[in-house]
């Protein structure tokens, strides 16, 4: 079964940046969409940013001009620069991977922006 592995949260202070990454364990074809999730304790799961196959981005609004996502389609992964971090971003952070076939969770990484 495809598995997503992220990697790249930890702690960080405000005004700081961190890159997250999430690879896909297999080739994974005819990918639709690739984002990122966060999800703070007793909280819904919201969005963070997403992008298409096409390109297209969206993104939460407390985040833009913030974060940036990208992907490498020849290696199944998709990334999330965060810049300029506040305390409230502070939460677990998941990636998703949607294709014609299957969809995908990875197993979360922690985000820490504290001083």
């Known amino acids: 079964q495809v598995q997503l592995v992220e990697s790249g949260g930890g702690l960080v202070q405000p005004g700081g940046a961190l890159k997250l990454s999430c690879a896909a364990s297999?080739?994974?074809?005819?990918?639709?969409?690739m984002g990122w999730y966060r999800q703070a304790p007793g909280k819904e799961r919201e969005l963070v940013a997403t992008?298409?196959?096409?390109?297209?981005?969206n993104y939460e609004d407390s985040v833009k001009g913030r974060f940036t996502i990208a992907r490498d389609g020849a290696k199944n992964t998709v990334y999330l620069q965060m810049n300029n971090l506040k305390p409230e971003d502070t939460t677990v952070y998941y990636c998703?991977?949607?294709?014609?076939?299957?969809?995908?969770w990875g197993q979360g990484t922690l985000v820490t922006v504290s001083s």
């Open positions: 297999e080739i994974i074809f005819s990918i639709d969409t």
């Open positions: 998703y991977i949607k294709s014609r076939s299957l969809e995908r």
């Open positions: 992008i298409t196959n096409g390109g297209s981005t």
